[in-house]
């Protein structure tokens, strides 16, 4: 089966920048858009960026846009989230997911994943 694992994630004070990294298993990492989400303490699992299977397209929760950029290496089965002007909200863990099926779209819903990474944590200190 397809394995996640997430790292990068630590703690900063507001308006740093941190990187995430996504490793996954498999042969078929480029057939597939890839996705982050994050989940805050009480709060569901929601979604922050997505990016194509080629790396064409992202998209971006309205919370982030502006500050993070998703990327992706298909050479290196990673897919990469630049995480840049930190704010406290942005605490939370963010996990790596990958779509049930090679048409899902890079932005999705918790619905439509089919592999979830364990997750790394990040928190954003005032």
């Known amino acids: 089966q397809v394995q996640l694992v997430e790292s990068g994630g630590g703690l900063v004070q507001a308006g740093d920048s941190l990187r995430l990294s996504c490793a996954a298993s498999?042969?078929?990492?480029?057939?597939?858009?890839m996705t982050w989400f994050r989940q805050a303490p009480g709060k569901a699992r929601e979604f922050v960026a997505g990016i194509s299977r080629d790396g064409g397209s992202t998209g971006y929760a309205d919370s982030v846009k502006g500050r993070f950029t998703v990327s992706r290496d298909n050479a290196k089965n990673t897919v990469m989230l630049q995480m840049d002007s930190l704010k406290p909200e942005d605490t939370a863990v963010y996990y790596c997911a990958r779509p049930m099926y090679s048409s899902t779209s890079y932005i999705t819903d918790r619905g439509n994943i089919a592999y979830w990474g364990q997750g790394t944590q990040v928190t954003v200190s005032s």
């Open positions: 498999g042969r078929t990492f480029s057939s597939y858009a």
